[in-house]
């Protein structure tokens, strides 16, 4: 008698348990409309890597939103992320893979491996899109090749020494050649045909090149962050139809975008906390500080232009360790709003999303 009591017990508890785990409302994803997507970097070796989705409509963050989407993280030390085709390619450097979700959903697609014939990781670094193809920086030396469509990588290419950010300029590509894992840094950009996909040649820049931007004039910006000691930061301007150097200053810069004829900078490890506005011509200061409403930013450790509104957006990384934050200004550096990526750390890139 007690073992069927404690039969139909057993038989009655595991109809409740499945009743509750059926009943239970499933993680309802919010509709992606116009906003911007954050890429949260997360802490070195500590994966925790997360997406930030933020709705002009509603004026409300989505925390941890490719987790949601996908009920596992993205991995560790998110780098750069683009949006080209409909699809969103994070790049994650300590994981060793581009990440490719859909634009409108953060729903995978495929994990792109980033790593060599024996198994040693590339640590992909920095992306940008051309015609149909998505190219990667790696530390490894290399710039890959993605084609949109397979969402395969149908090149290496050959560069130089742990490269880093990236531009385009007509049908060339500018890759900042670091040597920031090297025993000694690198100085070089290295100039890749877009048609054939070679490296053509490298020109001399700087020591310690990072962050690269190009202007609508045939013009390639460089931060050279120097070596942390007696060699100072630069700023480079390349011409890319000579691709020669025409003009250099001692100022450092973290992240630089150009936009409607000025250069918007973030001052890097060795610089301003601010956000300044440089001539392109010589690299005087035409803001100080782009802010101009007294809003503070910690540390400012991204940046981003909205092209079709010219508001400019501002990650700030706060300690690197606490949750960060990111801010809106109108093209006259007045707040428009700001919003916490809880749990994010370490806001690095901001791409804008429209419906």
């Given at each position: 008698?007690?073992?069927?009591?404690?039969t139909?017990a057993?038989?009655l508890?595991?109809?409740?348990?499945s009743?509750?785990?059926?009943?239970?409302?499933?993680?309802?994803?919010?509709?992606?409309?116009?906003?911007?997507y954050?890429?949260?970097?997360?802490?070195?070796?500590?994966?925790?890597?997360?997406?930030?989705?933020?709705?002009?409509?509603?004026?409300?963050?989505?925390?941890?939103?490719?987790?949601?989407?996908?009920?596992?993280?993205?991995?560790?030390t998110?780098?750069?992320?683009?949006?080209?085709?409909?699809?969103?390619?994070?790049?994650?450097?300590?994981?060793?893979?581009?990440?490719?979700?859909?634009?409108?959903?953060?729903?995978t697609?495929?994990?792109?491996?980033?790593?060599?014939?024996?198994?040693?990781?590339?640590?992909?670094?920095?992306?940008?899109?051309?015609?149909?193809?998505?190219?990667?920086?790696?530390y490894?030396?290399?710039?890959?090749?993605i084609?949109?469509?397979?969402?395969n990588?149908?090149?290496?290419?050959?560069?130089?020494?742990?490269?880093?950010?990236?531009?385009?300029?007509?049908?060339r590509?500018?890759?900042?050649?670091?040597?920031?894992l090297?025993?000694?840094?690198d100085?070089?950009?290295?100039?890749?045909?877009?048609?054939?996909?070679?490296?053509?040649?490298?020109?001399?820049?700087?020591?310690?090149?990072?962050?690269?931007?190009?202007?609508?004039?045939?013009?390639?910006?460089?931060?050279?962050?120097?070596?942390?000691?007696?060699?100072s930061?630069?700023?480079?301007?390349?011409?890319?139809?000579?691709?020669?150097?025409?003009?250099?200053?001692?100022?450092?810069?973290?992240?630089?975008?150009?936009?409607?004829?000025?250069?918007?900078?973030?001052?890097?490890?060795?610089?301003?906390?601010?956000v300044r506005m440089?001539?392109?011509?010589?690299?005087?200061?035409?803001s100080a500080?782009?802010?101009?409403?007294?809003?503070?930013?910690?540390?400012?450790?991204?940046?981003?232009?909205?092209?079709?509104?010219?508001d400019?957006?501002v990650?700030d990384?706060?300690n690197?360790?606490?949750?960060?934050?990111?801010?809106?200004?109108?093209?006259?550096?007045?707040?428009?709003?700001?919003?916490?990526?809880?749990?994010?750390?370490?806001?690095n890139t901001?791409?804008?999303?429209?419906?």
């Amino acid at each position: 008698m007690k073992t069927r009591i404690l039969t139909v017990a057993v038989l009655l508890l595991t109809f409740i348990s499945s009743c509750k785990k059926n009943d239970a409302p499933p993680i309802k994803i919010p509709a992606v409309t116009t906003g911007v997507y954050v890429l949260n970097e997360g802490n070195f070796n500590a994966n925790n890597t997360t997406l930030t989705y933020y709705s002009f409509e509603t004026g409300t963050p989505v925390t941890d939103f490719y987790q949601q989407a996908n009920g596992s993280g993205l991995g560790d030390t998110g780098n750069d992320m683009l949006l080209y085709g409909g699809k969103v390619y994070i790049v994650m450097n300590v994981s060793s893979y581009v990440e490719v979700a859909d634009a409108l959903t953060a729903k995978t697609v495929k994990k792109i491996p980033f790593e060599q014939a024996d198994g040693v990781k590339r640590q992909p670094r920095y992306a940008v899109a051309y015609k149909n193809k998505v190219l990667v920086s790696s530390y490894d030396g290399t710039v890959a090749v993605i084609d949109t469509a397979s969402l395969n990588v149908e090149k290496w290419i050959d560069a130089g020494s742990n490269p880093e950010g990236m531009a385009i300029s007509g049908d060339r590509l500018y890759v900042a050649n670091s040597g920031g894992l090297s025993a000694e840094y690198d100085s070089t950009l290295s100039v890749i045909d877009l048609t054939s996909f070679e490296e053509l040649q490298k020109i001399t820049v700087g020591i310690n090149p990072g962050a690269v931007t190009a202007d609508n004039n045939g013009n390639v910006y460089v931060a050279c962050t120097g070596n942390y000691g007696e060699v100072s930061a630069r700023l480079v301007k390349v011409n890319a139809s000579s691709n020669t150097v025409t003009f250099s200053a001692d100022t450092a810069v973290g992240k630089l975008r150009f936009y409607n004829g000025a250069l918007y900078t973030t001052g890097g490890y060795l610089g301003s906390p601010n956000v300044r506005m440089l001539s392109i011509t010589d690299f005087s200061e035409l803001s100080a500080n782009f802010v101009t409403d007294g809003t503070t930013i910690i540390t400012p450790y991204g940046i981003n232009i909205d092209e079709e509104s010219g508001d400019v957006y501002v990650t700030d990384a706060k300690n690197y360790v606490s949750t960060g934050e990111v801010f809106c200004f109108d093209k006259n550096g007045k707040k428009k709003f700001s919003f916490s990526v809880t749990p994010g750390v370490a806001p690095n890139t901001v791409a804008f999303i429209r419906q």
